[in-house]
T-cell receptor, first 113, second 113 residues
């Protein structure tokens, strides 16, 4: 059963702590993305990676970091520098070729307490 | 700089009637467009796409129209069903690479029985 798995589904973090969100895919996709969704807003791109060991900043990268050591995995770290981290985080991947759709995970709801 | 815009935050239609969701874009480099459906606290699911070489693509009850000169696309759902009630996102990217997938703000569709 191919797909994208995000974990955990719900995550609580104390202010000042770093936290890492997991994203794993078994679709053999090269490209992976992290988006953030806030209430009443669209999906905003945080980071994306087109190949292992390479990644680019999206539109709202400040306060976040990523790594891409394996094709299957693209973890996102929300650092203490992120001023407003409470949001719904979505990971996606895209297969070979430009004209293909992105597949999304089920999301992680991060709440700062 | 909102490159993909969905100017209607919400749309309400009667069951059995047509739903028309609109999307405008500003970046002329976009050549692949997608529509996603999203329920609360879940990841978006792909509905339908269109490349810039076409002006229409149909899949069952869903049809996407692309007007390149106006930089406008629309999603038609006929007939609308209560189960179609969700948030619909328009997305766009340059299809020649795995690059950035840019989303609109979303439109909340409510289909009344």
């Amino acid at each position: 059963d191919g797909g994208i798995t995000q974990s955990p589904k719900y995550l609580f973090r104390k202010e000042g702590q770093n936290v890492t969100l997991s994203c794993e895919q078994n679709l053999n996709h090269d490209a992976m993305y992290w988006y953030r969704q806030d209430p009443g807003q669209g999906l905003r791109l945080i980071y994306y990676s087109q190949i292992v060991n390479d990644f680019q900043k999206g539109d709202i990268a400040e306060g976040y970091s990523v790594s891409r050591e394996k094709k299957e995995s693209f973890p996102l770290t929300v650092t203490s520098a992120q001023k407003n981290p409470t949001a719904f985080y979505l990971c996606a991947s895209v297969g070979e070729g430009g004209f293909t759709e992105a597949f999304f995970g089920q999301g992680t709801r991060l709440t700062v307490v | 700089d909102q490159q993909v815009k969905q100017n209607s935050p919400s749309l309400s239609v009667q069951e059995g009637r047509i739903s028309i969701l609109n999307c405008d874009y500003t970046n002329s480099m976009f050549d692949y467009f997608l529509w996603y459906k999203k329920y609360p606290a879940e990841g978006p699911t792909f509905l339908i796409s269109i490349s810039s070489i076409k002006d229409k693509n149909e899949d069952g009850r869903f049809t996407v129209f692309l007007n390149k000169s106006a930089k406008h696309l629309s999603l038609h759902i006929v007939p609308s069903q209560p189960g179609d009630s969700a948030v619909y996102f328009c997305a766009a990217k340059g299809g020649t690479s795995y690059g950035k997938l840019t989303f609109g703000q979303g439109t909340i569709l409510t289909v009344h029985p």
